[in-house]
């Protein structure tokens, strides 16, 4: 393909804005929800981080529903984001 033709191959490994944009909401999500598990139990912070991820998932789920996003697509979306929180549920949960 020549450069000059004016399409561009994606670079393999790179992202698209929209995934971009679904890994900045969920850094930003990730953080508040630690904030909050850590300051509603002190004592037992994985175990209510652990809820807290669990409940995320769910919201996430109801989300991609909403939004009828594909499971397996091409760019990250909000189903990728409750497999995340659900991972993190479960090292939480495994952890406390």
Known sequence: MNPSDGTEQPIPGSLDLASHQIIRRFVILLALV????????????????????????????????????????????????AIAFMGLSSLARGLS
């Not at 996003?69 to 984001?81: K, M, R, V």
């Open 34 to 81: 630690i904030l909050w598990a850590f300051t509603l139990n002190s004592e037992h912070p994985m175990l209510a981080l652990s809820a807290m991820t669990f409940i995320a998932t769910g919201i996430e789920v109801f989300h991609a529903c909403l939004r009828r996003e594909g499971f397996n697509g091409a760019s990250l979306n909000h189903w990728d984001t």
